[in-house]
């Protein structure tokens, strides 16, 4: 339902922000427009942008890791030199250097269900996208056909005043006469 009044708003804003009559939106026109600003659409696709990132991570998680990390320090007045465990009292410089590995073997197919639910989700935000440009569509579409019809009941209504009119001058001349 906030999807058809807000194809609605979009299609009354289209029409009354500033375009010349000259310049007539098609059905098409006013779909693609829709799809290109209608924020329901973005925050799908920034949804549908998180689970390939989230699918990536998961098949990067397949690979091993490698972490390294670098360490240079000072010490200075009165602290224990870590080489020989004895108070100091000059400074004392220190670096730490270390390398760490890991691959996961095997952790109950953890990682491959991990995978599966990955694509799983990436499938279901494509049909979330789809579904929302959808709903945009048949809700533009719905108010497009409603302002046509509209269009339509006015032009019967001004041909139905012009036969009143002709209708009245005969009457008024059936009365003279």
């Not at 799809?35 to 397949?62: C, F, M, P, T, V």
């Not at 990955?118 to 579409?141: F, P, R």
């Not at 036969?163 to 059936?174: A, N, S, V």
């Amino acid at each position: 339902m906030k999807i058809i009044i807000a194809g609605i708003v979009l299609l009354v804003s289209i029409t009354f922000s500033g375009f010349s009559q000259s310049n007539i939106w098609t059905l098409e026109d006013c779909i693609n427009h829709a799809w290109e600003n209608n924020l329901h659409i973005k925050q799908q696709q920034l949804s549908l942008d998180i689970a390939k990132q989230n699918l990536k991570q998961s098949r990067g998680n397949l690979f091993p890791t490698l972490n390294a990390t670098a360490a240079h320090g000072y010490n200075y007045g009165r602290t224990i030199d870590p080489f020989t465990n004895e108070f100091a009292t000059e400074s004392v410089r220190s670096n730490n250097f270390s390398v760490s590995s890991g691959v996961t073997l095997f952790n109950g197919f953890q990682t491959l269900n991990s995978i599966r639910q990955s694509t799983m989700e990436l499938m279901a935000g494509e049909y979330d996208v789809e579904t929302a440009k959808n709903d945009i569509a048949l809700a533009i579409a719905s108010a497009y056909l409603q302002i046509m019809f509209s269009v339509e009941l006015v032009d019967i209504a001004k041909n139905q005043l012009e036969i009143t009119r002709q209708q009245l001058l005969r009457t008024e001349k059936l009365v003279e006469a």
